[in-house]
């Protein structure tokens, strides 16, 4: 064969050269995550940092030299979210643990959709972990997506195709009638995993909550009493586990009962706070969710794995298998070899091609343990009630809803402002904050009034940083105000 | 507060140690990727390596050595894709440089489902480079997903969604009586795709393809014919761009000319032969591609980045947009602050948690650069030409199948089995070759006979790793051949 090259060129022409260049990378990786704690929370990304992006495509390929530079650049532009005062939404803040199985999976690159490797091991050793934890069957199945909404579509695929006896999964839901039931403050990804399987966000009922935000039991009775009235057929009901506005979480045990009466499906969204199943102050809130046919979650919330990382376990292998599995010839199953490993994870979920996500999270519980880890959550539950406090003795702060697990939802206060303009104050007041990169909490609204909506999923906060955040926001908000004043 | 640790119980007590750990970490990733062209292909997972697995969540927190050493004893036992002659399904090959992107996104921790940070910016860099290799225009949309199959996913939502007028997503597809055309050699992961979004696999019509494993462009227009006379509704065409049993790339020109004529969504599923737009040797076989309504395919595959990393690219951004996004209160976006940074990637598909995937393929381009990239993609075809000639001349051996791209599929003959006989020796062999550790083909039928299968989307794979293999199917056929000469 002519002008064959004699090696790949796609490997380093000076192994000596390379580890050298990894181990600096590796260095930079680390100086940052050292360096968590200090700085500004956010800022946004410079524009010639911005332009270099598409450049280094143009210009590629780039000297070794130029491209660590260009990936060490990137380091200071992040979300945020590993920073102590990020206290915004509901992230994670990773560990720099999970450096260590980052470049274990990028040293195996492992496609984890099917055949015999250790991949597969790894995330059944883990399925087996995550159904004890919550009073699941060792019979249970679970895959690893890449977060809660992808286990939110799995799950709800698995309770679609039961109700209708998987034969849509060759007809289609044609003419199905399918109805299922949420509270008013469910997150959004349960509508849309409605939307993609194709039975629309009008099937999914919207049921009022209660003073404490969580799903009003009787409402939701009545609703389903009114549907089958109707000639539709309620098939599942969506327990939340950690609303996204308030951290509220339902009464999963009298939704099982429901559940169980109404032969629905019972779904758990537990995305952030189903990880409290390992922290004394939560577990007990959740009880009822041993109950569920499904649970979606995230490791990489408040158990604080690298992003990403989400976890759908569903009690029932046979329903979840039968619901995803197709094995054509080019992908059949073998007894011997290296198409054994049976089943395998594109049986129960919609990915092939999927990498080795479930080893970051074995080794996090390795490396950490269920103590440590549900340690933590606890803490933040223990920050959050501080706050709420301060919040409570603070003559121009006003707390807009209890407090249960991971969120404080508050507004500032000024008199003489109507409630919209209280809005675009507290909404300019968190703006400030990002901007000043002080702190970072994020807005929704309670009760259709605007909040500053403090999340502490975040295991490097500390009691002074609340201090830091309300001095901030009481410094900020003169200037904010003044806006409003003289317009 | 009482008892409220000083720091995060999840950050190293002692830096220089955590270091220590890290940097060796290192060098056991790098050794193995290092020695990649050595020892066997694959080996099956050792029972006492299992076992541990499972023991180490038991057992957990490990300590810091018993932790390293239980990731490292995974590193021998991977699915065997980084191996010179790791020739089975699609697999890529991944890099040692893939451990650079994998440390930095692993000490950002970003969520990249949207806010206003360098994951984003990364993400619209990389979309801009994708429109531009296929001839899309700049305002195409694209979204990094974990692979293909999600890519369908997204794609044919959209084309499902346009086509209903998108008041489908709050009603569901009830009544649609939608219908889609593919191939007879399409990859399932089309017909899971409708599955899933409820169309069901049966909307799905699998059209007959010519003796090149084309489909069969007449065969097609009377298939949509006839569904439209049926009172059915045709929406969506996909083209296939390396079929997964002999790598055959459609007449995409063609099937782009009867899209236009029947106002059908015209969609490329590009698995692997789409990345050959890099290639002179794949980049014509391509042609008509520049005019898809959308595009999926693996940065993973044949461009070896890590896995996971697939993308889909939409011509038409606001249908895209318009098809999956949905702005509660607590996700609305902002002009300022962290909240900023619109559109958000939650807007373009199913996941809001999301990684940070485009890193690796951003830098992964940026390092090698299309050129080199392309190369090695020619390369490969060039083997699998070599690899062809050399079973054409093989008196015992039998090709199956023409190569268009990295695939060639052939059989071991002998004298006096039948069909079936032969059948189950060429599935005796592969399992042998991979239980030996000496080559990983896989298999497949091709006009109903079983096919050694052998896949080069390889970068490592060189013309003796050819020999190797058929020498070692010339050394194991005859115990095979002997086991059903004895039974």
Known sequence: MTDFPEKSALEPDDWAAFR?????????????????????????????????????????????DACDAALASLLPYGVGNTHPRFLGWVHGSGTPFGLLPAMIE??????????????????????????????????????????????????????RDAALGFASRETGVDGSKLVAYTSAEAHACNARALDILGLGTSALRK????????????ALKSAIDRDRAAGLVPFAVIGTAGTVNTGAIDDLGGLAVIAEQEKLWFHVDGAFA????????????????????????????????????????????????????TRPEYLKAAERGLAAGNPWPVEFGPELSRGFRALKVWAHIAEFGPQRLGAAISENCQLVRTLAALVDDAPSLERLAPVETSICCFRYRAD???????????????????????????????????????????????E????????????????????????
């Open 106 to 159: 990028a040293s195996l690159n492992a496609n984890c959709g099917g055949r015999d490797h250790v991949g597969l091991k790894v995330e059944r050793a883990l399925t087996a972990w995550v159904a004890e934890q919550f009073g699941f069957p060792q019979t249970a199945s679970g895959l690893v997506v890449t977060g809660t909404s992808m286990a939110t579509v799995v799950a709800l695929k698995v309770a």
């Open 274 to 325: 189903a990880s409290g199943i390992l922290s004394d102050e939560v577990a007990p809130k959740l009880r009822g969710i041993e109950r569920a046919h499904s649970i979606a979650f995230d490791f990489h919330k408040w158990l604080h794995v690298n992003y990403d990382a989400g976890f759908v376990l569903v009690r029932d292998e046979d329903l979840h298998r039968r619901t995803f599995s």
């Open 464 to 487: 002074a940083d609340l201090h830091v955040l309300l001095g901030a926001i009481d410094d900020l908000a003169p200037e904010a105000l003044a806006q409003f004043r003289h317009t």
């Open 416 to 462: 003489g402002l109507t409630e919209s303009e209280l809005d675009a104050l507290n909404e300019e007041i968190v703006v400030r904050l990002q901007e000043t990169g002080v702190a970072a909490p994020s807005t929704t609204k309670v009760n259709g009034k605007l909040a500053i909506r403090v999340n502490i999923t975040n295991h490097r906060t500390r």
């Open 207 to 218: 049921i009022a909550v209660n003073g404490a935000f969580r799903m009003d039991l009787s």
């Open 20 to 64: 050298q260049r990894a181990h600096e990378t590796l260095d930079r990786a680390l100086d940052r995550l050292e360096q968590a704690g200090t700085g500004s929370v956010w800022s946004p990304v410079p524009k010639d940092v911005e332009s270099q992006l598409e450049q280094a495509l143009v210009a590629a390929p780039l000297e070794a």
